[in-house]
């Protein structure tokens, strides 16, 4: 039972630079999620997806992209590094209210 | 956004006392959920409440929505060390899949001294 899986666990970006976070579930589920979790804070939703081909902009969506090509897959692109994106990043799906989580991204942007 | 007001921030609390938390809303969502997040870990459902009023229990673990949906609570009943962590509410608006996401508190800091 994998669940939904996060790659890498960990990162260190200089500023500018871009990566891809990987997420990949399979539990067939439509809904996927990226959050993420400063310091002290909750978690903040970055963009979600309904399913594949579709996705929405969450709560603080700047600098970021994702993309849904398969039911799967939900990578978050990062395109230009910034310090304020230093965080630990956190993937998830659901299938009614329940959310599974990834184990995270701690990215760090120096 | 919306707001989800979680307190208290951290509780410092001997190996065997209750523990209470509990997290309010300006809005109203349609379900409650109460979520653990162990270090290096992502956070884990505990409890999840689906109508205004409805009390659910989970082992040690109790937990209310309350009748106006923009309230819940959270009690662990006889702490022991494993309990350490934060403990998250989460909100949920809309009904039927989570299309919009769920809206978390900022966390409960669970703490237990030997």
């Known amino acids: 039972n994998a669940g939904v899986t996060q790659t890498p666990k960990f990162r260190i970006l200089k500023i500018g630079q871009s990566m891809t976070l990987q997420c990949t579930q399979d539990?067939?589920?439509?809904?996927m999620y990226w959050y993420r979790q400063d310091p002290g804070m909750g978690l903040k939703l970055i963009y979600y997806?309904?399913?594949?081909?579709?996705?929405d902009k969450g709560e603080v969506p700047n600098g970021y992209n994702v993309s849904r090509s398969t039911t799967e897959d939900f990578p978050l692109r990062l395109e230009l590094a910034a310090p304020s994106q230093t965080s630990v990043y956190f993937c998830?799906?659901?299938?009614?209210?329940?959310?599974?989580f990834g184990q995270g991204t701690r990215l760090t942007v120096v | 956004g919306q707001q989800l007001n979680q307190s208290p921030q951290s509780m410092f609390i001997q190996e065997g006392e209750d523990v209470s938390m509990n997290c309010t809303s300006s809005?109203?969502?349609?379900?409650w959920l109460w979520y653990k997040q162990d270090p290096g870990e992502g956070p884990v459902l505990l409890i999840a409440?689906?109508?205004?009023?409805e009390l659910t229990s989970n082992g040690r673990l109790t937990a209310q929505f309350g009748i106006t949906r923009k309230d819940s609570f959270l009690n662990i009943s006889a702490s022991i060390p494993s309990d350490v962590g934060i403990y998250f509410c989460?909100?949920?608006?809309?009904?039927?899949?989570?299309?919009?996401?769920?809206?978390f508190g900022k966390g409960t800091h669970l703490i237990i001294q030997p």
């Open positions: 409440l689906y109508k205004a009023g």
């Open positions: 997806s309904v399913g594949a081909g579709i996705t």
């Open positions: 989460a909100g949920q608006r809309h009904s039927g899949g989570g299309a919009d996401g769920l809206t």
């Open positions: 539990m067939n589920h439509n809904y």
């Open positions: 809005s109203i969502f349609n379900t």
């Open positions: 998830a799906s659901t299938s009614n209210w329940e959310a599974f």
